[in-house]
């Protein structure tokens, strides 16, 4: 693997994730209206937080791929692996953004919401990642 795949995966991980993650808070965040609840673009230190658990789901998702590049070379397989680290990733996100039930019952929040966007967060950045891997390989069976 080179520079070049890892720039690419990563900038594909966080553009599709990223809106993804807008896309959630702005269906289900926008019906908590309590004061004190503070959405991801209310607070800059909650972003930070975020931000460093996305760049563990990025390691995470890297190391799937090149397990599943490397030795299975299969791309159903990566396809569902990725799809269940998304989901995975959406549950984690449902429950530590909203609270572990505080905000979640008293404002109706639906966790399916997660699932849906964030499996088609999973779905899209599975494709992307295989043509970013076979253009990638095609290019170093050129050389």
Same mark, same amino acid.
């Given at each position: 693997m080179n520079e070049k795949y890892f720039g690419l995966t990563l900038l594909s991980f966080i553009v599709i994730f990223s809106l993804g993650t807008m896309v959630v808070e702005i269906l289900e965040g926008t019906k908590i209206t309590t004061s004190e609840y503070v959405g991801l673009t209310d607070d800059s230190g909650l972003i930070i937080f975020f931000a460093f658990y996305w760049f563990i789901a990025y390691f995470l998702f890297c190391l799937v791929g090149f397990l599943v590049n490397r030795y299975l070379h299969s791309f159903i397989i990566k396809i569902v692996l990725f799809v269940a680290l998304s989901l995975s990733m959406a549950h984690w996100f449902f429950n530590h953004l909203y609270g572990y039930g505080d905000y979640i019952t008293e404002y109706n929040l639906n966790i399916?919401? @997660?699932?849906?966007?964030? @499996?088609?967060?999973?779905l899209v950045y599975s494709f992307l990642e295989h043509v970013i891997y076979l253009i990638q390989t095609r290019n170093r069976l050129q050389l």
């Open positions: 399916g919401t @997660f699932y849906i966007i964030f @499996f088609l967060c999973g």
